[in-house]
């Protein structure tokens, strides 16, 4: 079965760190674009970063720049994001998403709460 | 940054008749690189349309998708019980930017 299954998220205080996981199947994973994609609770969708099929070039939101790391293990079929200094705006559902261009599949995503 | 204006923020509408849903550019979307996704509470959004107005694989065609430039649609043509959700355009031709979202609920 074509998935992505996403680990990680949790409640963490402000400034802290979080590493969120997502394991593919299914397909070829390292013939992919990979990205992350969040929702704060009751709001929109907002991209968050993304990374090449060998993991050579990445690009992210302004918002998260310097703070955020996206990465990838083509071995595993596993793609990561490390959050650094989380602020409580980062309070969101996060999704690993397959990219062909737009977006053609998505995992169920992972809550990461941002709270003191 | 591209911006997306979607409208109107909420519509309602009873099963069987015709929705659109408008999606509009703050500058040209190169390529019409334009997609559609359907959000029911929940559930991760579900792909509809992409290259603005390509169905995506398994997609009813009841949902159609056009438009160019910087002035995009989404048409339900009859709606379903289960089309009742949030739905987002998103752009993909210069980084990637979504729109705020239209509800399509029940009158």
């Known amino acids: 079965e074509v998935q992505l299954v996403e680990s990680g998220g949790g409640l963490v205080q402000p400034g802290g760190s979080l590493r969120l996981s997502c394991a593919a199947s299914?397909?070829?994973?390292?013939?992919?674009?990979m990205d992350w994609v969040r929702q704060a609770p009751g709001k929109g969708l907002e991209w968050v970063a993304n990374?090449?099929?060998?993991?050579?070039?990445?690009n992210y939101v302004d918002s998260v720049k310097g703070r955020f790391t996206i990465s990838r293990d083509n071995a595993r079929n596993s793609l990561y994001l490390q959050m650094n200094s989380l602020r409580v705006e980062d309070t969101a559902v996060y999704y690993c998403?397959?990219?062909?261009?737009?977006?053609?599949?998505w995992g169920r995503g992972t809550l990461v709460t941002v709270s003191s | 940054e591209i911006v997306l204006t979607q409208s109107p923020g909420t519509l309602s509408l009873s099963p069987g008749e015709r929705a659109t849903l408008s999606c509009r550019a703050s500058?040209?979307?190169?390529?019409?690189?334009l997609a559609w996704y359907q959000q029911k509470p929940g559930q991760a959004p579900r792909p509809l349309i992409y290259g603005a107005s390509s169905r995506a694989t398994g997609i009813p065609d009841r949902f159609s998708g056009s438009g160019s430039g910087t002035d995009f649609t989404l048409t339900i043509s009859r709606l379903e019980p289960e089309d009742f959700a949030v739905y987002y355009c998103?752009?993909?031709?210069?980084?990637?930017?979504f729109g705020q979202g239209t509800k399509v609920e029940i009158k």
């Open positions: 299914g397909y070829s994973f390292a013939s992919r674009w």
């Open positions: 990374i090449k099929e060998d993991g050579s070039k990445t």
């Open positions: 500058q040209s979307v190169s390529n019409n690189y």
């Open positions: 998103q752009q993909y031709g210069s980084s990637k930017t």
């Open positions: 998403v397959r990219e062909t261009w737009y977006f053609d599949l």
